[in-house]
């Protein structure tokens, strides 16, 4: 994997990174999927229906108790190849430039991916899902139960998206 | 604010903690909500209609392009008062056992908030947004687009909450 695969493109922008962290994470479990290349991976999670495993570490199985009775989680992951200074992108998909906080890029100052997933069952320490869209090893962060009351806003809209449609 | 504001209750279960980081994160900017301490705070996000602000750093903010034509938001934001080690919680709301990972409280290996907001308006680098329930100050990681296509479901459900609801 060469730097350039999570690099900058033409019209990307930059900012100079703070001197110092804030905070600081553990990496809980690994994420294991069909992809091992950033190329082969889904440009979305609704793009494909692969059934990915999430595997929790020993010491924290024990908080995947009642985990089973959700039907959907919110997973967060480490997108470990990320570029961190870039505040305008062009994504290729779209060819147009956008702010980092109006796209789902990786390549962000803190590159933690969110994906909503069904799940389909837990084993252990090991849960089935669909909705993932990473590389393969990708380490995982967090687990949380979706709670359709606060989570989905099925009206929601991203105005930059639609106007990129329209002809 | 004392620790045992944010400490183990009887029927919790901690796990002994990793001996080092896995990563590391830049606070991006500050959320600025009227609660100033933890026992003022809405049990969640919906019980209140108060209007927050999230105040972006100056280097991160050109990153803010186009964020405005989003209706909603995801924040992820950190509890950086939380226990980190719990694996079995009793929250006092309910009153019964549960694994973190089933939860959304902020004790958590990781204590990364998850958010989802309407968005108001953004004047410079500070967003007026709806849907909040943390303390005042508390460190943004990151913003990022709802994207109703793959973050709304509204037919999710969480079995356990639904259980104890029952008579």
Known sequence: MTSKDFGARDGEVAAELPESYD????????????WKHRKDCPKNASESDAICTVEVDPRWQPGLKDTETCS???????????????VLQVP?????????????SPARPNPIALSV??????EGGTLSVVGLDCLDGTPLLDIKPYYASTDSVPEAVV???KRNEQP
Do not use: C, E
């Open 159 to 161: 105005g930059w998206r």
């Open 92 to 104: 290729s998909h779209y060819g147009t430039q956008h702010g980092t906080f109006a796209l789902r």
């Open 23 to 34: 905070a600081s994470l553990y990496y809980i479990g690994r994420i294991r999927t069909p």
């Open 72 to 86: 959907h989680l919110v997973l967060l992951y480490w997108m470990n190849h990320s570029q961190r200074d870039l």
């Open 117 to 122: 997933v069904k799940l389909l069952g837990i």
